[in-house]
């Protein structure tokens, strides 16, 4: 899992990390 930076949304936030 990786951490969600406030203010982002959570599934977009983590869409672009896992990029």
Known sequence: EHP???GF???QT???ILE
């Open 4 to 6: 969600k930076p406030k």
């Open 9 to 11: 949304s959570g599934q």
């Open 14 to 16: 983590d869409n672009k």
